[in-house]
DNA sequence: CGCGTTCTTGAGGATTGTCAATGGAAGTGG
DNA sequence: CCACTTCCATTGACAATCCTCAAGAACGCG
């Protein structure tokens, strides 16, 4: 349960007992419960922690000065914040909550010296921040080249599969607590036509989306009207290549914080 | 001239001489020409070796199975393509070129040596990454909240900023080779619309465009109509903390490749 | 139970897309 | 060096998608 974020690492490299203790440690130290709709970052920050969400929704978000918000990212129960921190002096973006969340904080130093001792999870950790920038181009490909009907059902279809990955869904059943005007923000349309949207695909049978919780019945024909293919998630890559990381470990070139960590404060 | 993307790195990290030399060296080794319009790496593929555009445009883009296009980033001269080859299995989308290109390779062998000996190059190549990803994030906010004027204009401020961050532009002027169906493709506007739009920016006295030649009369007008604010290029950070690297270094938390360096192979 | 938030609906309009054709520039080959 | 081809920019007319405004219904929280 609250080991939802080492899942979600997993999801990304082996990791040994030793880096999911490593891990369970610095994730419990500084808990922090934040209400609904509040900010955790805020764009022009100075970064300081990275973020781990171990319970409820937020997203990474930015704004035009005159009002217009897009979502840029939706982070889920396992999630990180990632590893700006460490390079970036300021926050061009904010992060805000949709539900009640709780949170670990690491510090710079926290995070730098669990870089240093586990290899793997350092590797998993930059992983990561890959693969949520190749989920970032797949949103521009989806703003840029899908329809209403499309983008909508792009963005269930990843929502449930990321979902799936940390077992936060299955058999098709899943909470999906965002309301229709988050998904306008994430998906570039006006309220009103998200709203008609679902309706399409509910009377498709294509979802039932009734409250907070999300039914697909199947999965497939969602995926077909989305022009959905998951490549992008870089799910299932350890399977494909068991050794991978053992192999760069053995070359010693993972871990040792390296690159991960100049504090630029 | 051949140090475009000296000039590049040096934008997002101080270099000291020995770094600038071994990043020379290591750029004019595997020399490589490709014409306009061809592919340098497809999608699918498994990445080999990191790219660095010496000359020439290219792109970044992302097809749907019926043949839709997005556009992602633009490369130019001084470029890299980013950490990907490093961590992540397969490409998840393809790079091509916009006019004939000179590139150079490193292979992931070099490219680990050269970060592993070299902290700040290290960090600097970490940090671009990091910065395209903002940028992704940014044409993520473009596609989604602009209309067809704002984007438009926003994407040629991006690039008449960044060209002139490698001193490829100036006074208003720079050299912009690419179509206006590309143009289409990057902004999800059918190039019809993007025609229209030109002639509006140009009947503004925004900008003037033949062939491929950009001129900017007033580049805050621009900015002010496209709502563009450069913060997200994360330019500058430099001069900010001048020292944030040497104190990083100081901690031996740079370089070393580390998670830089799994060969994933 | 009441109030605020979220969802839903309708009507009309704006932005942007599609189709199709023309003009012009640039590049190629004889 | 000219004729030809090809690619690119441009135009017009019409259509579709999506947006805005505005109001009412349902849901959920305190």
Known sequence: MSDVFVRKLEQVARLSPADRKALRVAASGRLRSVGAREDVVREG?????????????????????????????????????????????????????ITPVTVAEMSREQLAGLMARHHRLSAALWRDTLVKAS??????????????????AHLVCE??????????????????????????????LSPVHVNRTLQELRHSNLLAWKGKSLYVPDFDALAATALFNPAYLHLGQIGHHPDAD?????????GRAGPAAPPAI
């Open 135 to 152: 989920i970032q181009r797949e949103w521009t490909l989806n703003l840029g080249q899908r329809n209403a009907l499309e983008r909508v």
């Open 246 to 254: 053992d192999r760069a470990a053995a070359h010693g070139l993972t």
């Open 159 to 188: 929502l449930y599969v990321r979902l799936r990955a940390v077992r936060l869904a299955d058999d098709g059943l899943c909470e999906m607590p965002i309301t229709q005007a988050d998904l306008a923000d994430a998906t570039g």
């Open 45 to 97: 920050d100075r970064p300081r922690a990275m973020t781990v969400f171990l319970s409820g929704w937020a997203c990474r978000y930015k704004m035009i000065e005159d009002g217009r918000r897009q979502l840029l990212a939706f982070f889920v129960p396992g999630d990180f914040c990632d590893l700006n921190i460490f390079l970036l002096d300021e926050m061009d973006h904010s992060i805000g909550t």
